[in-house]
């Protein structure tokens, strides 16, 4: 049940929605009853109003609820595998801007995290805001030894703003869960759970500084992108104090041209930074919006971006990494039915699932795109008609997979903005081919070998002990099954194929050991290496179980 002291909040939320005539989402949802009774006594919607489309009125509504409100409306708009695509556009115009707090606060608040006067730790402090937002806010500073430095400082009782309206939110998603008709589909509590998650990211700056310093390290040199240096001896997890960076926004076009900076060259680096941060580091920005993606106009033989607000950023899975690196390559070769076998594969899809049905599913999707020039192909927008289709045969999204989604999407608009003749695909597919090289190489399984040679050599004492175990329960079950003949030898054909297996299985576990032993501690024991390894892959092979006729 709704808490009571929720109740006026909650009016003035259906109140709102009811002016910018969003009717649907008060009535199909049931939110509020009451409010039927004096709608006619609520003022109609302007003509300006009415004649705006749904999702410009959404959007007018979230901004007036509130700054918590337009997150949930962000979130909402990289969902564009639940929301139609001309509400998504609208939603994604949405801007996380607010008046800023006093910078008497703000200095107040710095001495305080940092325990000391701002006079003593910097040369100058700004108290005017550069930008603020619903959750921070950043002042322009001077370090001591002159380098220029910005400080972002969380906004005063910002916390128990949050919990109010998070409450809020989830009561909102809660009578929508009950009584909205496409709940299955929409999932509002999950929605929900994603924004209290991605506002508590936020609220701890000290993650955004570790995000930004692991970001840095992966680009170290800087050629491609840059990321400014985090300064930790004036960072706290309610300040975060960086280095100045200076460029222009990513989608200043108009300025990028003035600076003499060959846009096309531009974005084709774009594209690639996306599959590097993806593929290559798994570590990805998944907030790169034109606002936080910034070009170096000072660089003009050898262009680059700018990275800022670190806030969002996504990583994938192990396994998952690889089965999306090779579902983008069968997209590439338009292999369809290998599409198919890879969502099914990596578990995303029931595997009841028939192929040829996902398949002919695919096809249908994918083939009109490849009708128009490979430069008017938009990656992100077929993989989004790509998950609403699979969403037919139960496909279940990660929300890392949804991050990664509208950071493509972002990446692709601001590359299509900076050369609208783009052809992401010609760009994209050697550079994901080149990083499945490198990342699966023999030489990189060396590597994954080394690492894991202290934790096999941990666990093989364990081994026969194990197998015994393994054994001992085989043998139990062909006790309780003499009773039936029939039962009785297919059991001990298992047992015998379990076994073979066990036996195999610990001389391949051994042979491997015996590899990455050879690999760490001999000098020159590549070869001595490769052969103890393909000899333990060749055990495991002998040992699998072979099919009954």
Same mark, same amino acid.
């Given at each position: 049940?709704?808490?009571?002291?929720?109740?006026?909040?909650?009016?003035r939320?259906?109140?709102?929605?009811?002016?910018?005539?969003?009717?649907?989402?008060?009535?199909?949802?049931?939110?509020?009853?009451p409010?039927?009774?004096?709608?006619?006594?609520?003022?109609?919607?302007?003509?300006?109003?009415?004649?705006?489309?749904?999702?410009?009125?959404?959007?007018?509504a979230?901004?007036?609820?509130?700054?918590?409100?337009?997150?949930?409306?962000?979130?909402?708009?990289?969902?564009?595998?639940l929301v139609?695509?001309?509400?998504?556009?609208?939603?994604?115009?949405l801007?996380?801007?607010?008046?800023?707090?006093p910078?008497?606060?703000?200095?107040?608040?710095?001495?305080r995290?940092?325990?000391a006067?701002?006079?003593?730790?910097?040369?100058s402090?700004?108290e005017?805001?550069?930008?603020s937002?619903?959750?921070?806010q950043?002042?322009?500073?001077?370090?001591?030894?002159?380098?220029?430095?910005?400080?972002?400082?969380?906004?005063?009782?910002i916390?128990?703003?949050i919990a109010?309206?998070?409450?809020?939110?989830?009561?909102?998603?809660?009578?929508a869960?009950?009584?909205?008709?496409?709940?299955?589909?929409?999932?509002?509590?999950?929605?929900v759970?994603?924004?209290e998650?991605?506002?508590?990211?936020?609220?701890?700056?000290?993650?955004?500084?570790?995000?930004a310093?692991?970001?840095?390290?992966?680009?170290a040199?800087?050629?491609?992108?840059?990321?400014?240096?985090?300064?930790?001896?004036?960072?706290?997890?309610?300040?975060?104090?960086?280095?100045r960076?200076?460029?222009?926004?990513?989608?200043?076009?108009?300025?990028?041209?003035?600076a003499?900076? *060959?846009?096309?060259? $531009? %974005? #084709?680096?774009?594209?690639? =930074? +996306?599959?590097?941060?993806?593929? !290559?580091?798994?570590?990805? /920005?998944a907030?790169?919006?034109?606002?936080?993606?910034w070009?170096?106009t000072?660089?003009?033989?050898?262009p680059?971006f700018i990275?800022?607000?670190?806030?969002?950023?996504?990583?994938?899975?192990?396994? *998952?990494?690889?089965w $999306? %690196? #090779?579902?983008?390559?069968? =997209? +590439?070769?338009?292999?369809?039915? !290998?599409?198919?076998?890879? /969502?099914?594969?990596?578990?995303?899809?029931?595997?009841?699932?028939?192929?040829?049905?996902?398949?002919?599913?695919v096809?249908?999707?994918?083939?009109?795109?490849?009708?128009?020039?490979?430069?008017?192909i938009?990656?992100?927008? $077929?993989?989004?008609?790509?998950?609403?289709t699979?969403?037919?045969?139960?496909?279940?999204?990660?929300?890392?997979l949804?991050?990664?989604?509208?950071t493509?999407?972002?990446?692709?608009?601001?590359?299509?903005?900076l050369d609208?003749?783009?052809?992401?695909?010609?760009?994209?597919?050697?550079?994901l081919?080149?990083?499945?090289?490198?990342?699966?190489s023999?030489?990189?399984?060396?590597?994954?070998?080394?690492?894991?040679?202290?934790?096999?050599?941990?666990?093989?004492?364990?081994i026969?002990?194990?197998?015994?175990?393994?054994?001992?329960?085989?043998?139990?079950?062909?006790?309780?099954?003499?009773?039936?003949?029939?039962?009785?030898?297919?059991?001990?054909?298992d047992?015998?194929?379990?076994?073979?297996?066990?036996?195999?299985?610990?001389?391949?576990?051994?042979?491997?050991?015996?590899?990455a032993?050879?690999a760490t501690?001999l000098?020159?024991?590549f070869?001595?290496?490769?052969?103890?390894?393909?000899?333990?892959?060749?055990?495991?092979?002998?040992g699998?179980?072979?099919?009954?006729r």
């Amino acid at each position: 049940m709704t808490p009571l002291r929720l109740a006026p909040r909650l009016l003035r939320v259906a109140a709102i929605l009811l002016r910018y005539q969003l009717d649907d989402l008060v009535d199909g949802a049931h939110l509020f009853r009451p409010l039927k009774i004096v709608r006619a006594f609520l003022p109609r919607p302007s003509a300006d109003v009415r004649a705006l489309p749904r999702g410009a009125r959404l959007r007018l509504a979230l901004n007036e609820l509130g700054p918590i409100f337009v997150k949930a409306g962000q979130v909402l708009s990289t969902r564009r595998d639940l929301v139609p695509a001309d509400v998504a556009d609208e939603l994604a115009l949405l801007q996380d801007q607010v008046p800023p707090f006093p910078g008497t606060e703000a200095r107040a608040i710095v001495e305080r995290e940092l325990g000391a006067s701002v006079d003593t730790l910097f040369a100058s402090f700004d108290e005017t805001a550069l930008a603020s937002a619903s959750i921070a806010q950043v002042h322009a500073a001077t370090l001591r030894d002159g380098r220029e430095a910005v400080v972002k400082v969380l906004r005063p009782g910002i916390d128990q703003r949050i919990a109010r309206d998070v409450d809020l939110l989830h009561a909102l998603g809660t009578l929508a869960q009950r009584w909205h008709p496409n709940a299955d589909k929409i999932r509002p509590l999950d929605v929900v759970a994603e924004v209290e998650k991605m506002l508590s990211n936020e609220l701890d700056l000290q993650r955004e500084g570790a995000s930004a310093s692991l970001l840095r390290r992966n680009f170290a040199t800087g050629v491609d992108l840059y990321v400014p240096e985090i300064f930790w001896d004036f960072s706290t997890e309610r300040v975060l104090t960086l280095e100045r960076v200076h460029g222009v926004s990513a989608d200043d076009v108009a300025a990028i041209e003035a600076a003499g900076i *060959d846009r096309k060259r $531009l %974005a #084709e680096k774009g594209v690639r =930074l +996306f599959y590097e941060q993806v593929f !290559r580091d798994n570590f990805f /920005h998944a907030d790169a919006h034109p606002g936080n993606i910034w070009v170096d106009t000072a660089r003009v033989d050898e262009p680059r971006f700018i990275a800022l607000d670190f806030g969002i950023m996504g990583s994938l899975p192990e396994a *998952d990494q690889y089965w $999306l %690196a #090779e579902n983008f390559i069968a =997209l +590439f070769e338009r292999d369809y039915a !290998r599409i198919a076998q890879l /969502h099914v594969a990596a578990g995303w899809m029931p595997g009841t699932v028939r192929i040829d049905e996902l398949e002919a599913a695919v096809r249908t999707v994918c083939e009109p795109y490849f009708t128009r020039p490979l430069s008017q192909i938009s990656i992100a927008e $077929l993989v989004v008609k790509l998950f609403q289709t699979a969403r037919r045969f139960e496909l279940t999204l990660q929300p890392q997979l949804i991050l990664l989604q509208k950071t493509l999407l972002n990446i692709e608009g601001v590359g299509r903005m900076l050369d609208p003749e783009i052809d992401i695909w010609a760009v994209a597919h050697p550079v994901l081919k080149r990083i499945l090289r490198e990342r699966y190489s023999p030489r990189a399984t060396l590597r994954e070998f080394r690492r894991r040679a202290p934790e096999w050599l941990h666990m093989a004492p364990q081994i026969p002990e194990l197998v015994r175990d393994a054994l001992r329960r085989v043998a139990s079950g062909e006790k309780r099954e003499v009773a039936d003949p029939v039962a009785l030898a297919a059991a001990r054909d298992d047992a015998r194929q379990t076994r073979r297996l066990l036996a195999f299985t610990m001389l391949g576990s051994a042979l491997l050991i015996c590899a990455a032993l050879f690999a760490t501690l001999l000098p020159h024991g590549f070869w001595p290496a490769v052969t103890a390894g393909v000899a333990g892959t060749l055990a495991f092979v002998a040992g699998w179980p072979r099919g009954t006729r």
